[in-house]
């Protein structure tokens, strides 16, 4: 059974820095590209960052880009999303993902939440301004 548990939200003010993890479970972690998402109130799940299997290749939403950075230990099985300079309109629920087809070959379809098929039950990040 696969799990993800995320980690490592809170309430931060604005400026500030979290670290997010997601510990994985189940499923051979190093096969599969990961995922941040993140869900405010109201608004749709949006994409925030995804990384390659080996952590090699990342992309961010525009939103996020210089800001935060996404990384990955294949011996821990773990992944984390390191984010800095924290707004207000950061403030949602972060949410890991796993992606549904292994070896990397989803890589073109990272952003869309419907390519991931595991999902952590997510953290909640507050950035109070």
């Known amino acids: 059974q696969v799990q993800l548990v995320e980690s490592g939200g809170g309430l931060v003010q604005a400026g500030g820095s979290l670290r997010l993890s997601c510990a994985a479970s189940?499923?051979?972690?190093?096969?599969?590209?990961m995922g941040w998402f993140r869900q405010a109130p109201g608004k749709e799940r949006e994409f925030v960052a995804a990384i390659t299997r080996s952590g090699s290749s990342t992309d961010y939403a525009d939103s996020v880009k210089g800001r935060f950075t996404i990384s990955r230990d294949n011996a821990k099985n773990t992944m984390y999303l390191q984010m800095n300079s924290l707004k207000a309109e950061d403030t949602a629920v972060y949410y890991c993902a796993m992606n549904r087809i292994p070896y990397g070959s989803n890589w073109n379809n990272r952003g869309k939440p419907r390519e991931y098929d595991y999902w952590g039950r997510g953290t909640q990040v507050t950035v109070s301004s």
């Open positions: 189940g499923r051979t972690f190093s096969s599969y590209v």
